[in-house]
């Protein structure tokens, strides 16, 4: 009830005269392209989240910090 090899072969042989090895050779790297960037993207958001919390809570002990390091101007030093 499956497809057998015969059937995938004939298969195969059409895509090819229709569409030529070259040009099937770039939808290849085409679609490889794709699904490592998709990956990649992936990937990045796993360890974004991470990266973006340490560096929001820097930014804010940053700014709770500034106004503190402030030191009032001394009038008579100039």
């Given amino acids: ?11 195969l042989g ?7 090895t070259k040009k099937l050779r770039n939808i ?3 679609l490889g392209g ?3 960037g998709f990956k990649k993207s992936m990937n990045d958001e796993d ?7 340490s560096l929001e809570d820097k930014d804010q ?3 709770y910090r500034a106004p503190a390091e ?3 101007r ?3 030093t100039g």
Avoid: H, N, Y
């Avoid at 059409?14 to 030529?20: E, M, R, Y």
């Avoid at 360890?47 to 919390?53: L, V």
């Fill in 1 to 11: 009830m499956g497809i057998s090899i015969w059937q995938l072969l004939i298969v």
């Fill in 14 to 20: 059409i895509v090819i005269l229709l569409f030529g």
């Fill in 28 to 30: 290849g790297s085409d």
């Fill in 34 to 36: 794709a699904i490592r």
């Fill in 47 to 53: 360890t974004k989240p991470a990266d973006q919390d």
């Fill in 61 to 63: 002990t940053a700014a």
């Fill in 70 to 72: 402030e030191k009032p």
């Fill in 74 to 76: 001394d009038k008579t």
